[in-house]
């Protein structure tokens, strides 16, 4: 079992930065790969950055260039570094890690881009 708990989510103007992190508890070292999804009003989740335990990353086209996923010793913290935000990058962000068999959530927090 893996606990995840997001924060840094909060209210930002456009242009502005902000930085999510994910603290990952319980069977750490068997988690393959982490990544952060998003849910717009709206909208379905969609998967903004993914990154492996060997340290290989996939962005989603939209952020691709503003977005930098990262984690710490051991995947047992997870960040994206969120710049150059735009409106539409307004969403809950979830935190996901997956090992062998599971795939694990945090609760989400909310990201709102707004002058």
């Known amino acids: 079992q893996v606990q995840l708990v997001e924060s840094g989510g909060g209210l930002v103007q456009p242009g502005g930065s902000l930085r999510l992190s994910c603290a990952a508890s319980?069977?750490?070292?068997?988690?393959?790969?982490m990544a952060w999804y998003r849910q717009a009003p709206g909208k379905q989740r969609e998967l903004v950055a993914l990154?492996?335990?060997?340290?290989?990353?996939n962005y989603a086209e939209s952020v691709k260039g503003r977005f930098t996923i990262s984690t710490g010793n051991a995947m047992n913290t997870m960040y994206l570094q969120m710049n150059s935000l735009k409106y539409e990058d307004t969403a809950v962000y979830s935190c996901?890690?997956?090992?062998?068999?599971?795939?694990?959530w945090g609760q989400g927090t909310q990201v709102t881009v707004s002058s």
């Open positions: 990154i492996t335990r060997s340290g290989f990353t």
């Open positions: 319980g069977s750490i070292l068997s988690i393959r790969h």
């Open positions: 996901n890690a997956a090992d062998e068999g599971s795939v694990y």
